[in-house]
C-alpha cells in the first residue's frame, strides 16, 4: 500500500535510477542509508507516478514483484494534467535555453515537473538530466562501495527547483485550469 501524503512534510523524490539502484546490493545498502537519513531529518520520501512506469516497463515478473514491493513503501505523486503541462513548459524552457534536445527524455521532464509542482527537492545519480539554473545542487553524497572486482564510487546529487527562476517563464504560459475538458457523451 502506497503511504498517503503528509501535508506537514516536505518531500525529497527519488528518481527513478535511485530506486533501480537497490537491486545492487551494495549499491541498494548505501541508498538505503541516505534515506533513513532523510527519514530521520523530517522529510518525506516520495516517488513521481511516472517511476511506476520507467520501473515496469518490460519487466520481468521478478523484476515487477520486487519494485512494487519498494514502490508500495513509498508516498507516491500521480501524474496529473497539471504536472504534465509543467513538463511540457520544462521542455520549452530547456530549448529557449539552447539546452540539447535529445538530453532530457519525457519521463525525467515528468520527475522535474512534480518536483516543481509539489516543491520537493530531488534525489538522483543523473543530475545532468536536471540542468541548472532551473536546479540548484544543494547537497552531493558519494557513495562508495566495493563490486566484485573494484572499488566504486557513485555521485548521487540532492537539487532544489529554483521556483522563482522557472516562475519568470512559466507566468507567460498557459495555466492548466484554462484547458476546457470536452464534454464525452457515452
Known amino acids: ?3 498517503p501524503i503528509d501535508k506537514n512534510k516536505r518531500y525529497i523524490l527519488l528518481d527513478t535510477n535511485i530506486i533501480s539502484s ?5 549499491l541498494g545498502q548505501k541508498i538505503i542509508e541516505v534515506l ?20 515496469l516497463n518490460e ?5 515487477e514483484q520486487k519494485m512494487v ?8 505523486f500521480y501524474v ?18 539552447g539546452l540539447p534536445k535529445d538530453q532530457f527524455d519525457a519521463c ?26 532551473f536546479f540548484k545542487e544543494i547537497d552531493r553524497r558519494m557513495l562508495d562501495y566495493q563490486s566484485k572486482d573494484w572499488p566504486i564510487c557513485v555521485p548521487t546529487y540532492f537539487l532544489e527547483p529554483q521556483l522563482e527562476y522557472i516562475g519568470k517563464y512559466h507566468e507567460k504560459r498557459i495555466e492548466p485550469y484554462l484547458l476546457k475538458q470536452p464534454d464525452i457523451k457515452l
Open 22 to 26: 537497490l537491486s545492487n546490493e551494495s
Open 1 to 3: 500500500m502506497t503511504r
Open 59 to 63: 519487466a520481468t515478473i521478478k523484476k
Open 108 to 133: 525525467d521532464k515528468i520527475i522535474a515537473s512534480t518536483a516543481v509542482i509539489r516543491n520537493c527537492i530531488l534525489y538522483t545519480i543523473n543530475g545532468r538530466d536536471y540542468p541548472q539554473p
Open 36 to 55: 533513513k537519513e532523510i527519514n530521520s531529518l523530517g522529510y518525506g520520501i516520495a516517488v513521481s507516478d511516472v517511476t511506476y512506469f520507467e520501473l
Open 80 to 97: 496529473k494534467q497539471d504536472i504534465l503541462i509543467a513538463a511540457a513548459h520544462l521542455g520549452s524552457f530547456y530549448k529557449e535555453h
Open 69 to 76: 514491493a519498494v514502490l508500495n513503501g513509498i508516498t507516491r
